[in-house]
């Protein structure tokens, strides 16, 4: 059993949390505590807390108010049951970027002020008070402590590095913060296919509990020692993050590593939002930290099929979001996990609204069906499917000497059942597909 996890959480913690004036540990065993609850106390626990924020919002914002009022909403008292909650507006990103100021509580005027490059690619602004910042750390180590990777585990992280040169006095300063969590970064940014082998070297000479990485980096990682043949370190847990894990991804990476893969599901806004339950079931949602919907495109609530996802986060006070459309999809189930997990289940997250190919009819084709086609391509090494007009698709590929013109024949049939024919298709054939500026590679985007 390791022993620097029970040092941290009961000497280095406490004098380090003393020191800088924070409650991470006392939020972590409540968060902790609540995995012995029932679901229906998860759920009141959840509603006294929407309850109080709807108060907060409603009395120290300019923004929800002025907006309650036009659905007849003068009071936070008006809102009396998950039904009325439902029938507040959706709040997106425009709204807030219109808006900005009306949704800072006038209450609270420290925040901390955080960026997402967002799925266009133009930053989004938010903000949250520091008290809202050390729950939702606290909600991410009891996600990644389910599974293994839990505060000072001994875990390697495959993870963006901050841009630009950092000095040394910041280089010394990261080195020590990262030794106090027990944990090891290797910037996935910096990863390519001729520095391969100083990674698998890094991770073999490191010898990791646990695995934290963005989910492509490590897939290519996976690709490499399978496809080499190679002897590495294998760690007791993997988990994954920041984009879609595939069920062909989680094979490999597993087969690589000899060890179990988990998904893990956030955003920058919110951090951890949903965690995989150890036995590979779904992803537990942290209901007692977020509320969590789906709606379909008419803003009707969903459940048991895939619909756009809107999150609230109860603790955040500095600047509340409230039913915020965050530009993911999911498919929410109701029934109960036989884990034990009170917390509600998430059975996928079918990816970004945008990664949603369009046709000209008005149909759609799920960004799901390209992994699941271009991975039958043994001649296609990385692809990335690009819409820019309504009635025509961008395929771009890096291939390797086992393609030919007839697997360009058979992506083309495949696509078109699926498009009835709507869409032109054009092929272009590049060397590499670069990430985005946050280290992700987006497998579709549709910009139309």
Not at 219 to 238: F, G, S
Not at 275 to 291: G, R
């Amino acid at each position: 059993m390791a022993l620097y996890p029970s040092l941290l959480r009961s000497c280095l913690m406490p004098a380090y949390e003393m020191l800088k004036g924070k409650n991470l540990l006392k939020h972590l065993s409540t968060y902790e505590q609540h995995l012995g609850y029932s679901q229906q106390q998860i759920l009141d626990l959840q509603w006294q807390a929407l309850q109080a924020l709807i108060a907060h919002a409603f009395h120290n914002t300019q923004y929800y108010p002025r907006v309650w009022a036009e659905l007849g909403i003068n009071d936070p008292r008006d809102i009396t049951s998950m039904q009325d909650f439902q029938r507040l507006p959706i709040v997106t990103k425009d709204d807030i970027k219109q808006h900005y100021a009306e949704f800072v509580s006038s209450q609270h005027s420290h925040n901390i002020r955080k960026s997402t490059g967002g799925s266009t690619g133009q930053p989004f602004h938010f903000e949250l008070d520091l008290e809202s910042n050390t729950r939702r750390e606290a909600v991410m180590w009891r996600g990644y402590g389910w599974l293994g990777a839990g505060l000072g585990q001994r875990t390697l992280y495959l993870w963006g590095a901050d841009l630009g040169q950092p000095s040394r006095f910041k280089t010394i300063k990261n080195a020590l913060y990262h030794g106090f969590y027990n944990r090891k970064m290797l910037n996935s940014f910096a990863m390519n296919k001729d520095n391969l082998q100083q990674y698998v070297e890094q991770m073999n000479r490191y010898k990791a509990t646990a695995m934290v990485s963005y989910v492509n980096p490590l897939y290519e990682l996976a690709l490499y020692i399978n496809q080499n043949q190679l002897q590495v370190w294998q760690p007791q847990t993997i988990l994954t993050g920041a984009e879609p894990l595939h069920e062909f991804q989680r094979q490999e990476i597993a087969k690589a590593f000899n060890a179990p893969v988990y998904n893990t599901f956030g955003c920058r806004e919110f951090m951890l939002m949903a965690a995989e339950c150890p036995q590979h079931k779904q992803l537990h949602i942290n209901a007692d930290h977020l509320v969590v919907e789906t709606v379909d495109e008419q803003g009707q609530v969903v459940t048991g099929s895939s619909g756009d996802l809107l999150v609230t986060d109860l603790y955040n006070y500095g600047m509340p979001l409230i039913r915020y459309l965050n530009g993911d999809r999911g498919t929410l189930l109701e029934q109960s996990c036989s884990c034990g997990n009170p917390l509600p289940l998430m059975s996928s997250i079918d990816g970004r609204k945008l990664d949603i190919i369009k046709t000209p009819s008005g149909g759609s084709i799920p960004g799901e069906l390209f992994p699941h086609l271009f991975k039958e391509f043994k001649g296609i090494s990385r692809f990335q499917v690009v819409q820019q007009r309504l009635e025509q698709v961008r395929i771009k590929l890096v291939v390797n000497e086992l393609f030919s013109e007839q697997d360009k024949q058979g992506i083309r049939e495949e696509i078109n059942k699926y498009s009835h024919g709507e869409l032109a298709l054009e092929f272009e054939l590049v060397d590499e597909i670069p990430l985005t500026a946050s280290g992700k590679h987006r497998v579709t985007i549709c910009e139309v």
